[in-house]
């Protein structure tokens, strides 16, 4: 029956071969639309039978009802026909493309330094979302309160929540919980791209108050300021074209290709970002704001006798350029006794590859959050002594 519904089709071998690619591209795309399958999400039922049907139905077009003599008849048609050619070629680009967005769905969802691509946003929902705890953090639910628990809160931004790092057991602040025993519970309050006007108010909203207080600072912390022209994600084209947009942002293969080749490897369009951040720190009107906010989270800290230290990041891939940016931090806070680790020394010791989550993204890696655990754990480990001696 099957090859009696077939021999039409296989009689007229260039219309079999279009409808074999249709069939091929149709069951991808619809998939692909449909659900946006990417590595760490675990495939649904309804793929699964999806997947299973595309197979079959596939294998029938192909195999089943073959014989000798059609066979040979198709052969001889597809070797005169003209378009043989071009269905060669057309089905040897759909096969190279479909392989490369299936590829860095399955094997290589991972982050970028911006946070503008397809890539990153599958990885924040299969990664980074997927991991929040009640409260909405990338941690673990915080511990009831005892007489013996100590809190240590860490503010801050993508940098400290481990952007890039799929295991979040690999972050400092984790890495900080497990050192420091089981009487200290560290609460990551925490959000990508949360500035610093934002620190505040999220850390007055949790519902466990800190013993130890940690700021996680990083350069683009002054981007509540830097909005319009002023804003360094201008350093970057955007697609105007609704459709080619749509397309861009859908597909990983375009997306990885406008965006991680085309614009994240220009030297000049990542000088210009990392310059944008680090000029918003020489105008004064700017520095005066950022600076009063940066003072409030001190007087909080202050006003309820909580030990308060700030770990600075420099962008590591341009740690020269960020020093001017950092000094300025740094003074705010060391003015007013409160410590500073700067990580700018401890990075240069390493090559950049150590350094950084992927080529294409410049967050900290699971080696720099150790490094960065190795260098706030002694300040840390004396402020809790002090605490549980009553000092």
């Known amino acids: 029956m099957l090859r009696k ?19 091929f591209v149709a069951w991808n795309v619809i998939w692909i639309l449909t659900s946006q399958p990417t590595m760490g999400r675990p495939l649904e039922a309804w793929e699964v039978v999806y997947l299973v049907a595309g197979i079959v139905i596939l ?38 493309v479909f392989s490369a967005e299936w590829y860095l769905r399955l094997f290589y969802i991972t982050t970028d330094a911006y946070g503008f691509t397809a890539m990153n946003y599958w990885w924040y929902q299969n990664y980074g979302l997927a991991q929040d705890n009640q409260y909405g953090y990338r941690d673990n639910e915080p511990q009831p309160d005892s007489p013996d628990l100590l809190r240590i809160a860490i503010l801050g931004d993508s940098f400290a929540m481990g952007h890039g790092i799929s295991n979040r057991d690999e972050t400092f602040p984790q890495l900080l919980e497990r050192r420091l025993g089981a009487n200290i519970d560290v609460n990551l309050i925490a959000d990508s791209g949360r500035d610093t006007d934002l620190h505040l108010p999220f850390l ?32 970057f084209t955007f697609i105007e074209s609704p459709e080619v947009e749509w397309f861009v942002r859908e597909f990983f293969l375009p997306n990885y290709l406008y965006y991680n080749l085309l614009q994240f490897t220009n030297q000049t369009r990542n000088s210009g970002f990392v310059n944008s951040l680090v000029s918003a720190y020489d105008d004064a009107a700017l520095w005066d704001e950022h600076r009063f906010r940066l003072n409030q989270t001190i007087d909080w800290a202050e006003a309820r006798n909580i ?3 700030v770990l600075i990041w420099p962008h590591i891939a341009s740690i020269d350029t960020s020093q001017s940016a950092i000094a300025k931090v740094a003074e705010v806070f060391t003015s007013r006794d409160i410590q500073v680790i700067d990580m700018s020394p401890i990075l240069r010791e390493y090559p950049i590859q150590q350094l950084v989550v992927n080529r294409f993204d410049t967050h900290p890696s699971a080696f720099a959050h150790q490094l960065a655990a190795d260098a706030l754990e002694p300040a840390i480990r004396q402020a809790i002594t002090q605490l549980q001696q009553g000092e």
Do not use: C, H
């Open 5 to 23: 519904l077939l021999l039409p089709l296989r009689e007229r071998p260039v219309l079999y071969w279009v409808v074999l690619l249709l069939a």
């Open 59 to 96: 294998f029938i077009l192909l195999f089943v009802g073959w014989d000798a003599e059609t066979a040979r008849q198709m052969g001889k048609k597809l070797s005169k026909s003209r378009w043989s050619g071009v269905l060669l070629t057309v089905t040897s680009l759909i096969i190279i």
């Open 204 to 235: 007055e909203q949790y519902p466990y108050a800190p013993d130890i207080l940690i700021y996680s600072y990083y350069l683009n912390d002054i981007d509540y300021l830097l909005a319009g022209d002023n804003s360094p994600d201008n350093n």
């Open 307 to 309: 030990p308060y230290f």
